[in-house]
Protein backbone atom coordinates (compact mmCIF):
# COMPACT_ATOMS: atom_id res chain seq x y z
CA UNK A 1 0.00 0.00 0.00
CA UNK A 2 1.23 3.72 -1.31
CA UNK A 3 2.35 6.08 2.00
CA UNK A 4 -0.57 8.17 2.41
CA UNK A 5 2.09 10.89 2.93
CA UNK A 6 3.99 10.52 -0.03
CA UNK A 7 4.98 13.87 -0.70
CA UNK A 8 7.18 16.02 -3.47
CA UNK A 9 9.54 18.71 -2.54
CA UNK A 10 11.53 21.44 -3.83
CA UNK A 11 13.39 24.10 -2.58
CA UNK A 12 13.65 27.69 -3.32
CA UNK A 13 15.73 30.60 -2.17
CA UNK A 14 16.73 34.24 -2.46
CA UNK A 15 19.63 36.68 -1.02
CA UNK A 16 18.89 40.04 -0.40
CA UNK A 17 20.64 42.91 1.57
CA UNK A 18 19.68 41.97 5.01
CA UNK A 19 18.90 45.65 6.02
CA UNK A 20 16.80 45.88 2.61
CA UNK A 21 14.87 42.61 4.13
CA UNK A 22 14.63 44.23 7.53
CA UNK A 23 13.59 47.95 6.27
CA UNK A 24 10.97 46.29 3.82
CA UNK A 25 9.70 42.60 5.54
CA UNK A 26 9.57 43.23 9.08
CA UNK A 27 6.39 44.82 10.98
CA UNK A 28 6.95 45.14 14.68
CA UNK A 29 3.62 45.77 15.12
CA UNK A 30 1.45 43.86 12.88
CA UNK A 31 3.64 40.71 13.38
CA UNK A 32 4.09 41.20 16.80
CA UNK A 33 0.48 41.34 17.61
CA UNK A 34 -0.10 38.13 16.08
CA UNK A 35 2.35 36.38 17.92
CA UNK A 36 0.56 37.57 21.39
CA UNK A 37 -2.73 36.26 20.26
CA UNK A 38 -0.86 32.89 19.64
CA UNK A 39 -1.09 30.17 22.17
CA UNK A 40 2.47 29.29 21.85
CA UNK A 41 3.40 33.07 23.30
CA UNK A 42 5.07 33.20 26.49
CA UNK A 43 5.34 29.32 26.73
CA UNK A 44 7.92 27.67 24.27
CA UNK A 45 11.60 29.23 24.36
CA UNK A 46 11.20 29.47 20.42
CA UNK A 47 8.91 31.70 20.31
CA UNK A 48 8.04 35.18 21.98
CA UNK A 49 8.80 37.51 24.37
CA UNK A 50 12.30 37.15 24.18
CA UNK A 51 14.90 38.21 26.75
CA UNK A 52 17.57 40.18 23.57
CA UNK A 53 16.72 43.38 22.23
CA UNK A 54 15.29 42.50 18.96
CA UNK A 55 16.77 45.44 16.56
CA UNK A 56 19.88 44.58 18.11
CA UNK A 57 19.42 40.54 17.43
CA UNK A 58 19.12 41.42 13.54
CA UNK A 59 21.41 43.97 13.18
CA UNK A 60 25.63 43.10 12.10
CA UNK A 61 24.41 41.13 8.84
CA UNK A 62 25.39 42.00 5.28
CA UNK A 63 22.82 39.13 3.86
CA UNK A 64 19.51 37.59 4.13
CA UNK A 65 19.35 34.25 2.64
CA UNK A 66 15.65 33.13 2.68
CA UNK A 67 14.81 29.41 2.20
CA UNK A 68 11.50 27.73 1.29
CA UNK A 69 10.72 24.31 1.00
CA UNK A 70 7.29 23.62 -1.26
CA UNK A 71 5.84 20.22 0.22
CA UNK A 72 3.27 18.85 -2.37
CA UNK A 73 1.06 15.92 -0.70
CA UNK A 74 0.70 13.31 -3.68
CA UNK A 75 -2.98 12.46 -2.02
CA UNK A 76 -5.14 15.65 -2.16
CA UNK A 77 -7.48 14.29 0.33
CA UNK A 78 -5.54 14.27 3.61
CA UNK A 79 -6.90 16.04 6.62
CA UNK A 80 -5.10 19.45 8.01
CA UNK A 81 -4.52 17.26 11.12
CA UNK A 82 -1.69 15.53 9.21
CA UNK A 83 0.15 18.95 8.59
CA UNK A 84 2.54 18.22 11.03
CA UNK A 85 3.56 14.93 9.89
CA UNK A 86 3.67 16.04 6.37
CA UNK A 87 6.57 18.81 7.53
CA UNK A 88 8.39 16.97 10.06
CA UNK A 89 10.66 15.40 7.66
CA UNK A 90 11.56 18.09 5.83
CA UNK A 91 11.67 20.68 9.06
CA UNK A 92 14.61 17.98 10.38
CA UNK A 93 16.17 18.87 7.16
CA UNK A 94 15.75 22.78 7.68
CA UNK A 95 16.79 22.40 10.73
CA UNK A 96 20.26 20.37 10.95
CA UNK A 97 21.12 22.52 7.51
CA UNK A 98 21.02 25.62 9.45
CA UNK A 99 22.90 24.91 12.33
CA UNK A 100 25.49 23.30 9.42
CA UNK A 101 25.63 26.82 8.33
CA UNK A 102 25.73 28.49 11.53
CA UNK A 103 28.83 26.34 11.92
CA UNK A 104 30.90 27.27 8.49
CA UNK A 105 30.15 30.30 8.04
CA UNK A 106 28.92 32.00 12.02
CA UNK A 107 25.96 34.22 10.90
CA UNK A 108 21.94 33.63 12.45
CA UNK A 109 19.87 31.51 11.42
CA UNK A 110 15.88 31.26 11.98
CA UNK A 111 14.03 28.26 12.00
CA UNK A 112 10.36 27.26 11.08
CA UNK A 113 8.00 28.78 13.35
CA UNK A 114 5.71 26.22 14.84
CA UNK A 115 6.09 23.84 17.60
CA UNK A 116 9.54 23.31 18.62
CA UNK A 117 10.91 19.91 17.37
CA UNK A 118 13.50 18.75 20.46
CA UNK A 119 11.06 18.22 23.22
CA UNK A 120 7.95 16.16 23.29
CA UNK A 121 4.71 17.99 22.46
CA UNK A 122 3.66 20.23 25.37
CA UNK A 123 6.72 19.21 27.51
CA UNK A 124 8.75 22.87 27.08
CA UNK A 125 10.64 24.27 30.04
CA UNK A 126 9.29 27.58 29.41
CA UNK A 127 5.95 27.28 31.85
CA UNK A 128 7.86 26.09 34.90
CA UNK A 129 10.21 28.86 34.34
CA UNK A 130 13.01 26.45 33.52
CA UNK A 131 15.94 26.96 30.64
CA UNK A 132 15.93 25.64 27.21
CA UNK A 133 16.97 22.14 27.36
CA UNK A 134 18.41 22.47 24.50
CA UNK A 135 19.25 26.13 23.38
CA UNK A 136 22.50 25.01 20.98
CA UNK A 137 19.80 23.29 18.43
CA UNK A 138 16.78 26.01 18.87
CA UNK A 139 16.39 29.05 16.98
CA UNK A 140 13.28 31.85 16.78
CA UNK A 141 11.10 31.74 13.65
CA UNK A 142 11.70 34.79 10.98
CA UNK A 143 7.60 35.02 12.30
CA UNK A 144 8.84 34.74 15.57
CA UNK A 145 11.33 37.96 14.54
CA UNK A 146 8.51 39.89 13.30
CA UNK A 147 8.66 39.22 9.89
CA UNK A 148 5.95 39.18 7.44
CA UNK A 149 6.21 35.23 5.93
CA UNK A 150 3.13 35.70 3.55
CA UNK A 151 5.26 38.80 1.96
CA UNK A 152 8.38 37.37 2.03
CA UNK A 153 7.40 34.15 0.27
CA UNK A 154 4.92 35.78 -2.34
CA UNK A 155 7.20 38.27 -3.49
CA UNK A 156 10.61 37.17 -2.88
CA UNK A 157 10.00 33.43 -4.26
CA UNK A 158 6.87 33.59 -6.29
CA UNK A 159 4.92 31.30 -3.66
CA UNK A 160 1.41 32.20 -2.17
CA UNK A 161 1.53 30.84 1.42
CA UNK A 162 -1.80 28.43 1.63
CA UNK A 163 -3.61 27.70 4.62
CA UNK A 164 -5.98 24.74 4.21
CA UNK A 165 -9.01 23.89 2.18
CA UNK A 166 -11.87 23.33 4.61
CA UNK A 167 -10.53 20.44 7.12
CA UNK A 168 -8.31 19.43 3.79
CA UNK A 169 -4.47 20.30 3.74
CA UNK A 170 -4.08 22.87 0.89
CA UNK A 171 -2.37 21.87 -2.44
CA UNK A 172 1.27 22.16 -0.91
CA UNK A 173 2.55 23.65 2.50
CA UNK A 174 5.34 26.04 2.76
CA UNK A 175 8.01 25.66 4.86
CA UNK A 176 10.27 29.04 5.52
CA UNK A 177 13.32 29.56 7.49
CA UNK A 178 16.25 32.32 6.87
CA UNK A 179 20.23 32.60 7.72
CA UNK A 180 21.52 36.34 7.96
CA UNK A 181 25.28 36.05 7.67
CA UNK A 182 28.50 37.92 6.45
CA UNK A 183 29.92 35.34 4.07
CA UNK A 184 30.23 35.58 0.19
CA UNK A 185 28.03 32.75 -1.33
CA UNK A 186 25.96 30.46 0.71
CA UNK A 187 23.87 28.02 -0.95
CA UNK A 188 21.61 25.99 1.13
CA UNK A 189 21.34 22.15 1.32
S1 LIG B 1 14.07 22.45 23.29
FE1 LIG B 1 12.46 21.92 24.76
S2 LIG B 1 12.73 23.45 26.38
FE2 LIG B 1 13.78 24.27 24.57
S3 LIG B 1 12.25 25.54 23.47
FE3 LIG B 1 12.17 23.45 22.62
S4 LIG B 1 10.48 22.46 23.77
FE4 LIG B 1 11.15 24.26 24.97
Redesign the pocket.
Known amino acids: MNNPLEYTARDYTVSLPASEYIAVYRDARRIGACCRVCPNYGR???CPPFDFDMDEYLSGYRTALIIATKISPVRHDLPISEAQRLLYPERIKHEKALLELERRYGGRAFAYAGT????PAG????PDG??????E??RPSLEACEFDLCRTTEELLGIPLRWGEGDRLPEYLTLVSGFFHNAGNVTFG
Open positions: SWACLYCSCSRQPCRHPRV
